[in-house]
T-cell receptor
């Protein structure tokens, strides 16, 4: 069974603090995506990680991928209020030739940054 | 590049009616389109995968007779919720994947919020 789990589900943190969101998945994959979703909106692509050891950074966010551990992390540095949103990881799996690379989303992490 | 649109943005309908949602890739050709459903404060659940010109592949537990998917061209896929009921109220998001390597990833539409009264 394909499972993608995120931890924590809810996170409240003060501005200026650091924290890491974890994304674990159950089956081997080398395609891992991170998205941000604001209330009532669709998904905004943050990072695409395509190989073991991949690390990408954009502003206060940094994502990494360990395919052997089936784990990706999204690290937040010196959080600011504007980062408040829900963050999803998604794992890409190719189930069949017909469907190609399908995405299976994690449970989501709702982040609130308190001023 | 890689823009995906959805229409309508939101729709309110009476129970028992059918609702059609369109998903368009505006600046690339999408051989594959995906439909997701998201309930409030939950994750996105893949409903089905559609390839242009062929029948959609539905995920387990998704009623294909209730959620009709048509992918008639390389830029348009439609999702029709037939005989909608209040429990079908949700946020429906489509994504599209292109033919060239640059567009091999999925690009997401803005979503359609369906409310069934």
């Amino acid at each position: 069974e394909l499972k993608v789990e995120q931890n924590p589900l809810f996170l409240s943190m003060q501005e200026g603090k650091n924290y890491t969101i974890y994304c674990n998945y159950s089956t081997t994959s080398d395609r891992l995506y991170w998205y941000r979703q604001d209330p009532g909106k669709s998904l905004e692509s943050l990072f695409v990680l395509l190989s073991n050891g991949a690390v990408k950074q954009e502003g206060r966010l940094m994502a990494s991928l360990d395919t052997k551990a089936r784990l990706s992390t999204l690290h937040i540095t010196a959080a600011v209020h504007d980062l408040s949103a829900t963050y999803f990881c998604a794992v890409g799996w190719t189930i069949s030739v017909n469907t190609g690379n399908q995405f299976y989303f994690g449970t989501g992490t709702s982040l609130t940054v308190i001023p | 590049g890689a823009v995906v649109s959805q229409h309508p943005s939101w729709v309110i309908c009476k129970s028992g009616t059918s609702v059609k949602i369109e998903c368009r890739s505006l600046d690339f050709q999408a051989t594959t389109m995906f439909w997701y459903r998201q309930f409030p404060k939950q994750s996105l659940m893949l409903m089905a995968t559609s390839n242009e010109g062929s029948k959609a592949t539905y995920e387990q537990g998704v009623e294909k007779d209730k959620f009709l998917i048509n992918h008639a061209s390389l830029t348009l896929s439609t999702l029709t919720v037939t005989s909608a009921h209040p429990e079908d109220s949700s946020f429906y998001i489509c994504s599209a994947r292109g033919t060239s390597l640059s567009y091999n990833e999925q690009f997401f539409g803005p979503g359609t919020r369906l409310t069934v009264l």
